[in-house]
């Protein structure tokens, strides 16, 4: 099987690819920008908390509770009709995605801030030391060490939330996957290469935040 | 010479803080006693400028704080007289993901001094508190006593003029309790001036320069600390019998 799997793979590379690409564009798009805009956002959240902070949590209890396919779909379909647009379903997706994963890593950097325990600052306070290095040495190490592990799993979520695009047509790695197991009909092949696929990209990523989180989080608790 | 003038504070309509006045000059000892509830951790966030006053005026050396705050003259508080002025909690508050003498170093290497600048004075503290032994472990990881001397080694490695201590004792045991209260007396004599907040009647009666009374929010008796041989007040001499009875 895994021969098979391999010899699709190669016979079909050039169509795997493209859709690879697609798929860590769309990725690398959807990472960085809300990787950017959600920590500002989060940033801005706890800093104004009665303006931006109360527009990201509910903007993140609003898109929680709507599934992300209905609001892809919202965006390509009737969004698109309504203002009597065409995009091309790669931005549509890419955007859905990314405006979803801004508001996700806004809202979990928003929580991390506000629940920052005061008195670490209020020491450093007391102690003379400068804004500057407080943030640096103390809230800086603290926050990573609470919001990286999550985070990273996120962006785990948002790679595999990725696969949604198929549906309106974008010609990411699934799509393309499908349109192969069409034409042959080898659906246990195509579909074990696909998860191999995502495999080999979740778990650096994965290990990386089981090996951050060993490494930087040591407990801290009081006993 | 640390002088606060008739500070009060409220807290949802409740007075905590009823008109406190209070000078310390460095190299003395203020003993701030009272039963729990009785205004004495508001009093050292007042004068340690953590919280603003309602009413009143707090000098620190030349520098003068006057309350209500006025925000023309920037948000409350703007720059604060730290670490001339430190405090060291009850709670501590030792940064969690730094060693010991990461914690003690921290404050005086972000204020531009260099490790090696403060070797020496670093290596007398831990001579002085026993601390070679778990310096390098983390707050979780060493006892309340050992926590506890690391917080005030923190604050004394930065030089201040005025510490404010707040039941720093508290969790302690009693051979834990007698090595601060030992130091107490050294500190004073490098000049600090000190607010101690404590139960440590013994404390008070042998060290203490001045003793503050305190119940309700507001001074009952205050004088050296003959006054508790001797005290005025009959909320003074319950306090000390009850506390004699439970000692």
Not at chain 1, 27 to 35: H, N, P, R, Y
Not at chain 1, 196 to 202: D, I, K, P, Q, R
Request: net charge positive.
């Amino acid at each position: 099987m895994f021969l098979t799997a391999a010899q699709i793979l190669w016979e079909y590379r050039e169509a795997f690819l493209k859709g690879l690409a697609v798929t860590l564009e769309m990725s690398a798009i959807i990472w960085s920008v809300g990787i950017v805009l959600g920590f500002t956002l989060g940033w801005l959240g706890a800093t104004y908390r009665d303006s931006v902070g109360q527009v990201v949590r509910w903007t993140s209890f609003v898109l929680g509770g709507v599934p992300i396919l209905v609001f892809l779909f919202w965006l390509h379909y009737p969004a698109q009709a309504m203002f009597n647009l065409v995009i091309d379903p790669f931005y549509t997706a890419t955007f859905t995605f990314t405006v979803i994963n801004v508001v996700a890593i806004a809202e979990l950097v928003r929580g991390a801030l506000m629940d920052f325990p005061q008195q670490y600052l209020t020491a450093a306070k007391v102690c003379g030391v400068p804004a500057r290095q407080t943030f640096l040495r103390i809230q800086l190490p603290l926050l990573l060490r609470g919001v990286i592990p999550a985070l990273l799993m996120l962006q785990i979520v948002m790679l595999h939330t990725t696969l949604f695009a198929s549906l309106i047509s974008v010609e990411e790695i699934f799509r393309i996957a499908q349109r192969i197991n069409a034409l042959i009909y080898k659906p246990v092949e195509i579909y074990t290469a696909l998860g191999v696929f995502f495999l080999a990209v979740s778990l650096p990523v994965n290990g990386f935040a089981l090996w951050f989180k060993a490494r930087y989080t040591r407990d801290t608790s009081e006993n | 010479m640390l002088t606060a003038t008739n500070l009060s504070k409220n807290y949802q309509g409740h007075k905590v803080l009823k008109g406190v006045s209070l000078s310390l000059k460095p190299g003395e000892i203020t003993t701030v006693l009272g039963p729990s509830g009785s205004g004495k951790t508001t009093l050292l966030k007042l004068l340690s400028l953590l919280e603003a006053a309602d009413a009143g005026s707090l000098m620190v050396d030349e520098k003068i704080y006057n309350f209500p705050w006025d925000d023309r003259g920037g948000a409350y508080p703007l720059v604060g007289p730290w670490p001339k002025l430190t405090v060291v909690f009850q709670q501590l508050f030792l940064w969690p993901h730094l060693t010991l003498r990461e914690n003690i170093l921290l404050p005086v290497l972000a204020r531009g001094a260099t490790e090696a600048s403060v070797k020496k004075d670093l290596a007398e503290l831990v001579d002085i508190m026993e601390m070679g032994e778990f310096l390098d472990r983390y707050p979780n990881q060493v006892s309340g006593g050992q926590k506890q001397r690391a917080a005030l080694a923190r604050a004394i490695l930065l030089k201040p003029q005025y510490l404010l201590l707040d039941e720093i004792t508290s969790a302690l045991d009693v051979i834990q309790v007698a090595k601060i209260v030992e130091l107490l007396p050294l500190l004073a004599k490098r000049g600090i001036g000190m607010v101690l907040v404590t139960h440590l009647l013994n404390f008070a009666r042998k060290t203490a320069d001045n003793v503050l009374y305190m119940e309700n929010g507001a001074v009952v008796e205050e004088g050296a600390r003959s006054i508790l041989a001797k005290p005025k007040s009959k909320q003074l001499r319950a306090f000390l019998q009850a506390a004699d009875k439970a000692s």
